[in-house]
């Protein structure tokens, strides 16, 4: 079984009815992910949802919901913690692959606990930076049963 790092747009898109393509795919994405049980996801990632889901969707979700959600993860997903070798490591990844500082932290949780594959449309899907696979869930050739969902 293949663990998958899940990045916090996928999160938000599930909530967001704005964009009721993107909610579809990530509401999909999320079942089957629980249902395998290889999801996962960073203490960032949690963090950034809360923000986004309470600030910026609109109609935003209340704090009780949002913190029903985050619960919900921590419950059912590996949650990894941002320690100070993720963020060092972070500070290599936006050095030597030129990455935002927040998407290499992502990378750098993959990377520092050998999940070889991110679920985000923030980074170049296919591509492979130093084991870690990124797949964009919201492409159009995107299949869940490649990633054994």
Not at 27 to 34: N, S
Not at 70 to 84: C, H, M, Q, S
Request: glycine share 4%; aromatic share 12%; hydrophobic share 45%.
């Amino acid at each position: 079984m293949i663990t998958i790092l899940v990045d916090t747009n996928v999160l938000v898109y599930a909530h967001d009815s704005s964009e009721r393509s993107k909610q579809r795919r990530a509401i999909d994405t999320l079942d089957r992910i629980t249902a395998a049980a290889n999801g996962a996801l960073s203490a960032q990632v949690l963090s950034e949802f809360y923000n986004s889901a309470t600030r910026k969707l609109s109609p935003p979700l209340t704090l009780e919901q949002a913190e029903a959600q985050i619960g919900y993860f921590v419950a059912l997903w590996t949650v990894f913690d941002v320690t100070p070798r993720v963020v060092l490591e972070a500070v290599r990844g936006v050095r030597d692959h030129q990455f935002s500082f927040w998407n290499a932290q992502i990378w750098a949780v993959a990377c520092l606990n050998h999940v070889p594959v991110v679920f985000s449309e923030d980074f170049n899907p296919g591509a492979v930076i130093e084991g870690v696979r990124f797949v964009n869930p919201f492409a159009e050739d995107f299949r869940p049963e490649a990633w054994g969902l």
